[in-house]
């Protein structure tokens, strides 16, 4: 088992995400050196101008298209470890492979790239999801721990193709995090860590300008709580799937899975206690009243373990209600609120 430690080169793929460029915040803030990858030099600039009181320590490489042969080989030259974040992220697809090839390709890449041009890595780190972990088709009240694999998805998209819905997007991740592991099987350089986080809120720091660019859980937030009462449903509000978790905690379960020698070769669930969108609401109360204040509180939820994290990574994660409030006073600094 290896572990990495300041002022260690890092590279972090995809970095001008929401979950990405926290990483990277996190990582200069423990005295690392960072390198991420972003598809052109506007969100290489603004992530530059982002961190720029670290001492030039964040550098930027262009990788405009992570599905090409050797995308990122001088990406990985010279740097220590590579957390790898980039892939899909969307729910909307007209067919499976629209999300599967690139999380694969994107992930097969990165590693091939290692294995040719950094022998020098010893760690890797796959942003995976807890999608890969749990099953739609099991009742709520089930519990699942990071040893669990969702199978569902994967047989749902076999049968049913591009008619399979979210499970298109599950199946991706599904099989990247399966790829990530096979490949890390064949090599004793470097080991292998995934986090998975769940539904993530909390400040923002990537390049957003307008609440259409937000990224998929922050716009469901926004949503929640800029739209009328009615326009949600009962269903929606109440919803027994909403596990939560927040940005600065995914962040620094990051870090942490460099550092701690005795992370390499698991899988580590990142998640707050289970809420439903009411509960979010009700912490909100009385500026949102929506809905039925207290209803969440008698839904039986999934329940995602993440004590491992806790016990392994040292990790102590913040409040459902600080998490919320933050989030919400992110979105009204930017001016985004001001209906409410």
């Keep these: 088992m290896h572990a990495i430690k300041a002022p260690a080169t890092v590279l972090v793929t995809g970095a001008s995400g929401f979950i990405a460029a926290w990483i990277c915040k996190t990582l200069l803030e423990s005295g690392y050196n960072v390198r991420g990858t972003v598809r052109s030099s506007s969100k290489g600039d603004y992530l530059f101008n982002l961190f720029k009181t670290f001492e030039n320590k964040f550098e930027y490489v262009i990788v405009k298209d992570m599905e090409e042969d050797g995308a990122f080989d001088e990406a990985v030259r010279g740097v220590n470890a590579v957390i790898h974040t980039a892939s899909p992220c969307t729910f909307e697809a007209n067919h499976p492979k629209e999300l599967i090839n690139p999380a694969v390709n994107g992930t097969l890449g990165v590693l091939k790239s290692i294995e040719k041009h950094a022998p020098q890595i010893r760690r890797v780190i796959y942003t995976s999801s807890t999608a890969t972990i749990v099953d739609p088709s099991k009742p709520p009240g089930t519990i699942y721990t990071d040893d669990d694999w969702n199978t569902y998805s994967l047989e749902q998209v076999e049968k049913k193709g591009k008619d399979a819905g979210n499970d298109m997007y599950r199946a991706s991740k599904i099989l990247a995090e399966k790829a990530a592991w096979a490949e890390c099987a064949k090599q004793h350089k470097w080991d ?83 809420h439903t969108w009411q509960d979010a609401l009700d912490v909100l109360s009385p500026s949102y009243p929506r809905g039925e204040p207290g209803a969440g509180k008698s839904v039986t939820h999934i329940v995602f373990d993440s004590s491992k994290a806790e016990r392994v990574l040292g990790i102590k994660f913040r409040s459902f209600e600080e998490t919320v409030k933050d989030t919400e006073r992110d979105l009204r600094r930017r001016g985004w609120l001001l209906n409410n």
């Design 192 to 274: 292998l860590v995934t986090t998975h986080p769940v539904v993530t809120l909390g400040p923002f720091i990537h390049e957003v300008t307008t609440p259409s660019q937000l990224n998929t859980s922050i716009g469901m937030f926004y949503k929640l709580i800029s739209t009328k009462e009615g326009e949600i449903s009962r269903d929606q509000l109440l919803a027994p799937n909403a596990n939560f978790g927040d940005v600065r905690d995914v962040a620094l379960a990051h870090v942490r899975a460099l550092e701690v020698p005795e992370a390499g070769g698991q899988r580590f669930i990142t998640a707050l206690e289970p």
